[in-house]
């Protein structure tokens, strides 16, 4: 750790990692053989106070990749049709190649090295996300192989619930059930969710902490090794 350490920048705040919001509504719940259907991606932004903000969100309905399984029970759940052509959804290489270049480039200028999803039950919305890129054979993904930052854990512990809308309403974040299953609804809202959460830590005296810088050397070798595994 420097003098010139700033722990108001994004770079700093997450060691390195761009956090980027997302929530998927899917055809079922396994991610290998059931349809992503919709997928909204929220990036944030820091202030020169180090507070966290919603900055941009990518929305996109998705058509189910072929041979994919669509449950009844799940279409009946999110209401949506996969095959109404008002969705106008994409293929999932047309989302991700989007999602891809706009994320690596909010990383890139917020001086971070790789992003990390924020997610609501964040192993279900990684699941698919990571099956969508192995699926369509992406290269070069901005996102962490497998650490994430889970807000239904998060809020358990600085809010005391874990389920979206009773969190958001407990931390006063309007959230109107109605809307509930849109990606691009609970995205944002799970946006808002994870930066009350940090900034609240923030001004509680909670960041930053100084760490040893031996130690972090070491726990960065490690976890990069795992990284460049997974690059290519």
Do not use: Q
């Given at each position: 750790m420097t003098d010139t350490f700033d722990p108001n920048l994004m770079k700093n705040r997450f060691r390195g990692y761009f956090p980027v919001v997302i929530d998927v509504e899917t055809a079922g719940f396994n991610a290998k053989t059931d349809a992503l259907l919709e997928i909204a991606v929220s990036m944030l932004k820091m202030d020169d106070e180090g507070v966290l903000a919603l900055d941009k969100t990518l929305h996109f309905n998705i058509e189910p990749f072929e041979g994919a399984n669509l449950e009844p029970e799940a279409l009946a759940f999110t209401g949506i049709d996969p095959t109404s052509p008002l969705r106008g959804a994409v293929s999932e290489k047309e989302a991700f190649l989007e999602i891809f270049k706009e994320v690596k480039k909010a990383q890139k200028a917020a001086g971070c090295h790789r992003s990390i999803i924020v997610a609501h039950n964040a192993a279900f919305d990684h699941g698919f996300v990571t099956q969508a890129i192995?699926?369509?054979?992406?290269?070069?993904?901005?996102?962490?192989?497998?650490?994430?930052?889970?807000?239904?854990?998060?809020?358990?512990?600085?809010?005391?619930?874990?389920?979206?809308?009773?969190?958001?309403?407990?931390?006063?974040?309007?959230?109107?059930?109605?809307?509930?299953?849109?990606?691009?609804?609970?995205?944002?809202?799970?946006?808002?969710?994870?930066?009350?959460?940090?900034?609240?830590?923030?001004?509680?005296?909670?960041?930053?902490?100084?760490?040893?810088?031996?130690?972090?050397?070491?726990?960065?070798?490690?976890?990069?090794?795992?990284?460049?595994?997974?690059?290519?």
């Open positions: 192995e699926r369509n054979a992406l290269k070069r993904t901005p996102f962490h192989p497998f650490a994430t930052f889970d807000t239904a854990a998060l809020a358990g512990l600085a809010i005391g619930h874990t389920v979206l809308a009773k969190a958001c309403a407990m931390a006063g974040i309007p959230f109107d059930n109605r809307e509930a299953h849109s990606a691009l609804y609970d995205t944002e809202r799970t946006a808002e969710l994870f930066c009350l959460i940090v900034n609240r830590w923030k001004a509680l005296g909670g960041w930053p902490f100084i760490a040893d810088e031996t130690e972090e050397a070491d726990t960065n070798s490690s976890e990069e090794k795992a990284e460049d595994y997974t690059k290519n």
